[in-house]
C-alpha cells in the first residue's frame, strides 16, 4: 500500500532543504498522514495506537521512578514508599506506572484478539503477526521484572517460583536459573539484574515496534472484511481520519486508565506485595500478576507424566508452548477467507477461546488443588485444541459465507441495510454524505 | 457439525457440573475450617470510600490516640514520620510537642558515641523493639507486622461476582474493613470441636488461620476521647483502622481530587474529539 509513491511536497525553504538531506518529515508525513487506511476500520482497530502511547507512557513514567529508586534488597521497598510518600507527586507517577503496566496488558491482549478475529495474521501479514508476537514476549518479561522491583512478597516468590520453571529444563536448566539469579536464590543480585533488563527491555520493545509498524505500512492495515484494498475508493487518508478515530479511543481507554489510577489504584495488585519480602515467610497462595493467570493455570494443569516427560517439564513446556503456538497461528489456520465475519463457525470457536482464556485466568487464580486443577486440564486441552485442531480442521471443513467484492461495495451494502445500532454508521447521513 | 455442537453441549455441562462441584467442595466442616477467614468482614461504611471521599480529621486523631496508647506498645510504624501528622490537622507546634515526647537514637557524636535525643517532626515513630528478633522473642516468637502499610496489605479475599462488582463500586477499603472486623472479633466462641493451639485467640476474621497470637488488644474505655465519641471497642477499632488507612496512604485525597478533575477533563475533550470525529467521518461512508 505504501508502495505508491510519495505525496509529499514541503512548502518552504527550510522543508526543501532538509527534504534533500534527511527527509524524516517526508518519512513521517508518508505514514501517518497521506498513509491510506480502509475506510471501514472499526474501534477494535485504535488499540495499535493505544499501546504506543501506553508504552511512552511507561517509560516516560518509568524513568522518572528510576531516578528515586533503589535496587538493593535492603532499600527498594523503602525507597518505593518514598515515592509514594515524599517525592512530589510520586503517588501519581508510581500509580500510573503500575497500573500501566495492566492497561499495556489489556490492550494487548484485545489487539491479540482482534488480530484473532479478523484474522489479521495471515499472508502478507506473517512476519507483521510474529513481530507481534516477540513484542508480547518481551512485554511479559518486562512486566515480571518490574513486579519484582518493589521488593514485595509476591515480587521475591513471583520470581522464585518462575525462576524455578528453568529448573525443569534438562542438562542446561539449573544453569539458566543460576544465570538469571545471579545466584542460588532470589537475592540482590537477581533485584540488581532484573533492575537494568526492566529498564533496558522496554527500549527493545520499542525497536520491535518499528519494525512491526513497517512491516504494517508495507503490507498495509487489514480491515473487517477481511478484503484487501483494491481500489482508492477502499481507503481514507490516514489524517485526518484515522487520526481522529484514535484519538477518541485513546481518550476513552485513557479514561478507564484514569479511573484505575485514581479511584482504586491497588485492585489489580496483591495486598501481599506491601509486605516486605522475606525469604523465610511464603506466602499461603503464591499468585503472578493477572495478565500471566492464565498461562499459570496452564502450568499448573499438567499434573502428570507424559513418557519420559515429567509434569514439571511438562507444565513448563505447556506454558512456553501455549506462547509459542502464537508463532505459528499464520499456518495454523488453513481457511481461505481471512475474517470471523465471514466464517459462523470460527466466530463461535473464536468467542469461546476468549471465555475460555478469561476462565484460565480464573483458574490461575485458584489454589492448585481439587476440582480446580480438572477445570483446568479442561480449559487447556480447549486452548490448545483451538490452535492446533480447529484452526487447521475448521478452515477445510467450514462453509463461508458469500465475501462481498470489495470493501466499498462492503460498506455500501452495509449502509443501505441501515447500520441500525452503530452509533459509526448514523453519521454518515445521505445528505452529508459525499 | 450438529456433532461438534453436541460436544460443546456436553463440554459445557461438564464444566458447569464441575464448577458446582467445586463450589460444594468450599463448604467447610464447622470444626475444622480450611479457609480463611472464617467469617468474611463486614462492610463499613468510611468517610474515605467513593470518588470524593476525604479522611475525618477528628477521626483521625482519635485513631492515632488509640494507635500511641495501645498498639504502639507492640507495633511500630516505621514509614510515618511526624510531620506528616499535620495532615491530621494538628499546627506544626503540636506536632513538635507529639514528636518531643518520644527519645530517639542519634549519633555518633563528635566522641563517636551514641546518644538518645527527643524527636523532632522529621523522625519517625520509633519502633517498640530494636529488631526484628528482639520483637518475635517478646511475642511468643510471632514479630507483630509493622503498621506503616497494614491498611493495605491485608484484604480478606471478595471472590466471584463480588470482585467483578467491586470495580464499579469503588471498592477500596478491604483493609480497613479487615482490621475493624478483626480488633472486633475477639469475643465469638468458637465453634464445639475447634481446637486452638496453646497460647493463641479465637478470632473468626483473622486472614491467616482459625486463630492468632494476638490477644484481645481493646477493650471498651481503655482509651479516654476528649471530643465525646463513645469509648467503645467498636468506636476504637474504626478510628485505628480509618487512621491506618491514613498511614498507609497519606495522598488519598490528593488523589482523588486530582482523579475528579482528570476525568472531568477526559470526559470533555473525549466529547469533543468525538464530535470532531463525526464531523471529520461525516462525508464518508464507513
Known amino acids: ?434 | 457439525m450438529k456433532k461438534i455442537l453436541t460436544g460443546l453441549t456436553v463440554f459445557g455441562l461438564v464444566t458447569a457440573g464441575a464448577l458446582g462441584a467445586a463450589l460444594a467442595q468450599e463448604e467447610h466442616s464447622a470444626a475444622e475450617p480450611t479457609h480463611f477467614p472464617i467469617h468474611k468482614p463486614t462492610q463499613e461504611s468510611w468517610s474515605f470510600s467513593g470518588p470524593f471521599g476525604t479522611y475525618d480529621k477528628a477521626q483521625l486523631q482519635r485513631g492515632l490516640k488509640v494507635y500511641k496508647e495501645v498498639c504502639s506498645a507492640c507495633h511500630s510504624m516505621d514509614l510515618v514520620a511526624f510531620r506528616t501528622l499535620e495532615d491530621l490537622g494538628y499546627t506544626e507546634a503540636q506536632v513538635k510537642a507529639l514528636a518531643a515526647e518520644y527519645e530517639v537514637e542519634d549519633g555518633p557524636n563528635a566522641d563517636g558515641e551514641m546518644f538518645t535525643r527527643k524527636a523532632t517532626p522529621n523522625d519517625h515513630f520509633p519502633a517498640p523493639f530494636p529488631n526484628h528478633a528482639a520483637a518475635a522473642a517478646a511475642n511468643n516468637g510471632a514479630a507483630p507486622p509493622d503498621f506503616s502499610l497494614i491498611a493495605k496489605a491485608r484484604s480478606a479475599e471478595r471472590g466471584f461476582p463480588t470482585f467483578v462488582f467491586d470495580i464499579f463500586t469503588q471498592y477500596a477499603e478491604g483493609g480497613p474493613d479487615y482490621i475493624h472486623a478483626l480488633l472486633t472479633g475477639y469475643d465469638e466462641e468458637p465453634p464445639a470441636g475447634m481446637e486452638i493451639a496453646e497460647g493463641t485467640h479465637y478470632n473468626p476474621y483473622f486472614i491467616a488461620g482459625k486463630s492468632l497470637a494476638m490477644a484481645k488488644p481493646l477493650s471498651d474505655d481503655q482509651v479516654t476521647y476528649d471530643d465525646g465519641s463513645p469509648q467503645t471497642v467498636d468506636q476504637y477499632s474504626r478510628d485505628v483502622s480509618a487512621f491506618l488507612m491514613w498511614a498507609a496512604e497519606p495522598h488519598m485525597e490528593a488523589r482523588k481530587q486530582t482523579g475528579f478533575r482528570v476525568m472531568a477533563f477526559l470526559l470533555l475533550f473525549g466529547a469533543l474529539i468525538y464530535l470532531t470525529k463525526r464531523r471529520v467521518w461525516s462525508n464518508v461512508a464507513h
Request: glycine share 8%; aromatic share 16%.
Open chain 1, 1 to 434: 500500500m505504501s508502495g505508491g509513491h510519495s505525496t509529499y511536497t514541503p512548502k518552504s525553504g527550510i522543508g526543501r532543504w532538509i527534504d534533500a538531506r534527511m527527509p524524516l518529515p517526508r518519512l513521517v508525513h508518508d505514514s501517518f498522514v497521506s498513509y491510506p487506511v480502509p475506510r471501514n476500520l472499526n474501534y477494535a482497530y485504535t488499540f495499535g495506537g493505544i499501546l504506543s502511547i501506553m508504552l511512552v507512557a511507561q517509560i516516560l513514567t518509568g524513568v522518572v521512578l528510576a531516578m528515586h529508586y533503589a535496587a538493593d534488597t535492603g532499600l527498594a521497598f523503602e525507597s518505593v514508599e518514598k515515592i509514594m510518600r515524599d517525592v512530589n507527586s510520586g503517588w501519581l507517577l508510581r500509580y500510573l506506572h503500575s497500573n500501566g503496566a495492566s492497561m499495556f496488558f489489556i490492550a494487548v491482549y484485545i489487539h491479540i484478539m482482534r488480530g484473532l478475529y479478523y484474522g489479521s495474521y495471515k499472508a502478507p501479514r506473517e512476519l507483521l503477526w510474529i513481530l507481534g508476537c516477540i513484542i508480547y514476549l518481551l512485554m511479559m518479561a518486562t512486566g515480571f521484572m518490574g513486579y519484582v522491583l518493589p521488593w514485595g512478597q509476591m515480587s521475591f516468590w513471583g520470581a522464585t517460583v518462575i525462576t524455578g520453571f528453568f529448573t525443569a529444563i534438562p542438562l542446561v536448566g539449573t544453569w539458566i536459573q543460576e544465570l538469571l539469579l545471579g545466584g542460588f536464590a532470589v537475592d540482590n543480585p537477581t533485584l540488581n539484574r532484573f533492575f537494568a533488563l526492566h529498564y533496558l527491555l522496554p527500549f527493545m520493545i520499542a525497536g520491535v515496534v518499528v519494525l512491526h509498524v513497517w512491516a504494517l505500512h508495507v503490507v498495509g492495515q487489514t480491515n473487517p472484511t477481511g478484503i484487501e484494498v483494491k481500489s482508492k475508493t477502499d481507503t481514507v487518508p490516514f489524517t485526518p481520519y484515522a487520526t481522529i478515530k484514535d484519538a477518541f479511543g485513546m481518550i476513552v481507554f485513557l479514561a478507564v486508565f484514569a479511573y484505575f489510577v485514581f479511584y482504586i489504584p491497588n485492585y489489580l495488585g496483591h495486598p501481599d506485595n506491601y509486605i516486605v519480602a522475606d525469604s523465610l515467610k511464603t506466602p499461603a497462595h503464591i499468585v503472578p500478576e493477572w495478565y500471566y493467570l492464565p498461562f499459570y493455570a496452564i502450568l499448573r494443569a499438567i499434573t502428570f507424566n507424559i513418557g519420559p516427560i515429567d509434569s514439571k517439564l511438562g507444565g513448563v513446556l505447556a506454558m512456553f508452548g501455549a506462547i509459542a503456538v502464537l508463532f505459528f497461528v499464520p499456518w495454523l489456520d488453513t481457511s481461505k477467507v481471512r475474517s470471523a465475519v465471514y466464517r459462523p463457525w470460527y466466530k463461535l470457536f473464536f468467542w469461546l477461546f476468549v471465555a475460555n482464556a478469561i476462565f484460565l485466568g480464573w483458574l490461575g487464580s485458584r489454589p492448585a488443588e481439587g476440582v480446580y486443577v480438572a477445570l483446568a486440564q479442561i480449559s487447556t486441552f480447549y486452548y490448545f485444541a483451538f490452535f492446533l485442531i480447529i484452526m487447521p480442521v475448521l478452515g477445510i471443513i467450514e462453509t463461508p459465507r458469500r465475501l462481498p467484492n470489495s470493501i466499498t461495495e462492503a460498506v455500501l451494502e452495509k449502509n443501505k441495510s441501515g447500520g441500525a445500532g452503530h452509533p459509526a454508521g448514523a453519521t454518515a447521513s445521505p445528505e452529508t454524505r459525499g
